[in-house]
């Protein structure tokens, strides 16, 4: 009697469901333990942004621990007098958020009164819009305001982990080669710390250029709108040098609450418009002038994979993951280039 049996799969068929299966394992792990995976991916990152003050205090001949500590308390002090100096903005935005809201709907009377549109049928279309976000996990900005502002000790409750991530990476960086070498045997380990090296070096080559020019970037809006007297200069332009990191929407994301202030606080419409079309300068000419000459090819990811990656990474982890999104895909592309099997996801992620 014939066995009556399921056909086995194909060779690659298998290969690619047990890829398949690994990866949304990985995602299902990844969004379950997010509150330890978002701290080590930034911490991570942190350590290439801070690649530059190491490698200064290591020609100073300071010991290796001792550059640990040094940079970790520098963190700590840029964000502590940071965050105090970002809360008492967002502090007083709330305070204000009232008056503005009163001015926005003086402005959108005028409007609606040419478009024959009441406020309350207004009010209604925008309350049936912002229901859309329920289900996202979404506040309206006045409950993001008062999240963000409610208690300083909280956010350092947040990147507490970040840092104990941060000295531990730092403590074992120097050691790792060593250790790999001798786990791995010296053929193996070679292998391995060039795939590392090039990762390492292409991300870091990335995130020292784009903390600079992000740097820059904050750095011009916030003596732009101190120029033109609007309120809360230097929350706008920590809100730049952050959103500079998210490619192409974040210059806008950026650039709309300033102008809206800029309205509310003005009331003059040609003042509001100098105001925008200053810190588009800026975005335009630091995002297509200076920085495609710093960086040349870049991370030669595809635009669409960017854009796909902010999705999901911003699915994934929310901002923070929109944040690092870029540089995150760009190692995974990297390494997918140092392996036969995964080659072809490489070249389909880059941009040539």
Not at 27 to 34: M, S, Y
Not at 141 to 164: E, K, P, T, Y
Not at 173 to 182: D, T
Request: glycine content about 8%.
């Amino acid at each position: 009697m014939a066995e009556s049996g399921v056909p086995p799969l194909p060779g690659g068929l298998l290969a690619a469901t047990a890829w398949a299966v690994l990866l949304v394992l990985a995602v299902v792990v990844l969004k379950a333990l997010a509150f330890l995976f978002v701290p080590l991916a930034v911490a991570l990152l942190c350590c290439y942004g801070l690649a530059l003050p190491l490698e200064f205090l290591q020609r100073l001949r300071v010991p290796t621990a001792l550059r640990s500590v040094a940079v970790v308390l520098g963190v700590v002090a840029a964000c502590y007098l940071l965050g105090r100096l970002v809360q008492a903005n967002v502090v007083e935005l709330e305070a204000r958020l009232p008056r503005f809201e009163a001015t926005f709907w003086q402005y959108a009377a005028l409007l609606l009164d040419r478009l024959d549109i009441s406020r309350e049928q207004a009010a209604q279309a925008a309350a049936a819009f912002m229901e859309k976000f329920k289900h996202a996990d979404l506040q309206p900005l006045g409950g993001v305001v008062r999240q963000v502002g409610g208690s300083f000790f909280a956010f350092l409750g947040n990147i507490f982990w970040v840092l104990l991530f941060l000295v531990f990476i730092l403590a074992e960086r120097e050691s790792l080669a060593r250790r790999l070498a001798r786990g791995l045997g010296e053929e193996q380990a070679v292998a391995w710390l060039a795939t590392a090296a090039r990762i390492n070096g292409a991300v870091r080559h990335y995130l020292e250029l784009k903390i600079l020019l992000s740097l820059a970037t904050g750095g011009l809006f916030a003596i732009a709108l101190l120029l033109f007297g609007v309120p809360f200069a230097l929350l706008w332009g920590v809100l730049a040098f952050l959103l500079n990191f998210i490619p192409n929407l974040g210059s806008v994301i950026a650039t709309l609450p300033p102008v809206a202030v800029a309205l509310f606080q003005s009331g003059s419409l040609a003042e509001t418009l100098l105001v925008a079309a200053v810190l588009v300068g800026i975005q335009m000419v630091v995002g297509n002038v200076v920085e495609p000459r710093l960086m040349g090819r870049g991370l030669n990811l595809s635009p669409l994979v960017v854009l796909l990656a902010l999705l999901f990474w911003g699915w994934l982890w929310g901002l923070v993951g929109m944040l690092i999104a870029v540089p995150l895909t760009a190692a995974i592309k990297i390494a997918c280039e140092q392996f036969e099997a995964t080659r072809p996801a490489a070249i389909l992620m880059s941009s040539d």
